[in-house]
């Protein structure tokens, strides 16, 4: 069966994705057949009051939770049929994950940070890769620094790195601003947005703050599982005032 508008200019589709928790009278409905897509190259923002499902949005897209029915596509790669083998693969080749709180190993330097996804999956990056991705977030002159010795912003360009150093198709961002303070945020929100502009990746992040959602091309707002409305060349106001008409 073909899912209209699966292809090429699409990085990820997701097809009546439903997600539920849980079992009988207890089960959560986490999402509730979504269907929409991330055009290559753009900056998506998900937005939606607490509980809408963004995060297991991000986690069903990313490959890192299954959904419940539906299905999701990378390009035109239907990651709901791989094995847990091929979907591990996909993942480590394809798709960049960023958290909120940075998940860095706290005994490594940022070189060794950035390098650890690549030597656990069995590969081993040349020290010209690493550093080219810690250029590519403007850390090149703190390879050698720890997490401790870097800023909050810091640390977070150290993730970034660590999930571009393979070149993946799309970066998730699961409010990569969340523990940052304003001007910290818009160091990370501006290499995002290269990322995109320059790099000419997809990045879909998760945020609660219309501040950081103006930086996408687009706004995509759910409520109660399902999708409900996106704003493209988002403003901080309209932003807001589609959040505030949401209840959140
Ligand atoms: N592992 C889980 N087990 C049971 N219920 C879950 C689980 N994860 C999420 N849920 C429920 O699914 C719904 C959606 O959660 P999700 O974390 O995706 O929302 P969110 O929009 O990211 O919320 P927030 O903004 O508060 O982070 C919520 O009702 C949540 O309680």
């Known amino acids: 069966m073909s899912v209209t508008g699966v292809g090429v200019e699409q990085a990820v589709t997701l097809s009546a994705v439903a997600r539920l928790y849980g079992r009988g009278d207890s089960q959560v409905p986490a999402l509730r057949g979504v269907h929409c897509a991330f055009t290559r190259g753009s900056f998506t923002a998900v937005m939606g009051p607490s509980g809408s499902g963004k995060s297991t949005l991000l986690q069903c897209a990313a490959g890192l939770d299954r959904p419940t029915s539906g299905r999701v596509f990378i390009g035109d790669t239907d990651i709901s049929a791989l094995t847990e083998t091929q979907l591990t693969k996909l993942r480590r080749e394809r798709i960049g994950f960023v958290f909120q709180s940075f998940n860095l190993m706290p005994s490594l330097n940022a070189r060794k940070n950035v390098a650890l996804p690549m030597r656990l999956a069995g590969q081993n990056p040349g020290r010209a890769q690493v ?118």
């Open 131 to 248: 550093d080219a991705a810690l250029e590519q977030v403007g850390l090149g002159n703190r390879g050698g620094h720890r997490p401790a010795e870097m800023s909050g912003g810091q640390q977070q360009r150290v993730a970034i790195a660590r999930a571009l150093i393979s070149q993946p198709d799309v970066l998730f961002a699961d409010e990569p601003t969340g523990a940052l303070d304003t001007n910290t945020s818009r160091e990370v929100l501006g290499l995002l947005r290269s990322v995109v502009d320059h790099a000419g990746q997809t990045v879909v992040m998760v945020t609660h703050d219309p501040v950081a959602a103006s930086w996408a091309d687009r706004v995509l707002f759910l409520s109660d599982g399902a999708v409900h409305g996106e704003l493209r060349g988002p403003t901080v106001a309209a932003v807001s005032e589609h959040m505030a008409r949401l209840g959140g």
